[in-house]
T-cell receptor, first 114, second 114 residues
């Protein structure tokens, strides 16, 4: 079945450091890929998405490129801020018909220190 | 604020009891999804409704049921509760269905079973 693998966490960075969070997936067909962020005590917020191979999703300085050949969707940011501290989830969408369910990775906690 | 509302925010109940969680989707969204977030299982898709009809089912226990009403709000009913049902339950909604559908999450209901 469909699955998402995220790198083990937690991750702690200093402000202005470069961020990479790895995500790989297994799916039949061609899923859409998403990154969601969860701030403490809140629900999930859609950060960015990509719907086909080589698409790049971007938002708030974060970027991720849909790499079909490596089945990956790594999240990057050039310079993190303290306010980026949160849990980040990689997810893949359904691949057929009206199936929209999201399959999530385990999530990774990012802490950014001043 | 995603526009998705969930009530109650917190719920504490005893084993064997039954509870109902409520979700109102964003204005105009026809599809509603339910997810369970627990420490051991992570984020798991439970069930999806579209315009009142069940569209997809995930890892939803037989003790759990859901429905979507004509005004598009949805309820998740959990019965014969066990300690292991303690979790955060999220509702999400989307305007379209299909692989690329963007889901917007509510703040969640934290269920504690004692």
């Amino acid at each position: 079945g469909d699955s998402v693998t995220q790198m083990e966490g937690p991750v702690t960075l200093s402000e202005e450091a470069f961020l990479t969070i790895n995500c790989t997936y297994t799916a039949t067909g061609y899923p859409s890929l998403f990154w969601y962020v969860q701030y403490p005590g809140e629900g999930l917020q859609l950060l960015l998405k990509a719907t086909k191979a080589d698409d790049k999703g971007s938002n708030k300085g974060f970027e991720a490129t849909y790499r079909k050949e490596t089945t990956s969707f790594h999240l990057e940011k050039g310079s993190v801020q303290v306010s980026d501290s949160a849990v980040y989830f990689c997810a893949l969408g359904g691949t057929t018909g009206a199936n929209s369910k999201l399959t999530f990775g385990k999530g990774i906690t990012l802490s950014v220190r001043p | 604020d995603s526009g998705v509302t969930q009530t109650p925010k917190h719920l504490i109940t005893a084993t064997g009891q039954r509870v109902t969680l409520r979700c109102s989707p964003r204005s105009g969204d026809l599809s509603v999804y339910w997810y369970q977030q627990s420490l051991d299982q992570g984020l798991q898709f439970l069930i999806q409704y579209y315009n009142g009809e069940e569209r997809a089912k995930g890892n939803i226990l037989e003790r759990f049921s859901a429905q979507q009403f004509p005004d598009l709000h949805s309820e998740l009913n959990l019965s014969s509760l066990e300690l292991g049902d303690s979790a955060l339950y999220f509702c999400a909604s989307s305007v379209v269905v299909g692989p690329g559908a963007e889901q917007y999450f509510g703040p969640g209901t934290r269920l504690t079973v004692t």
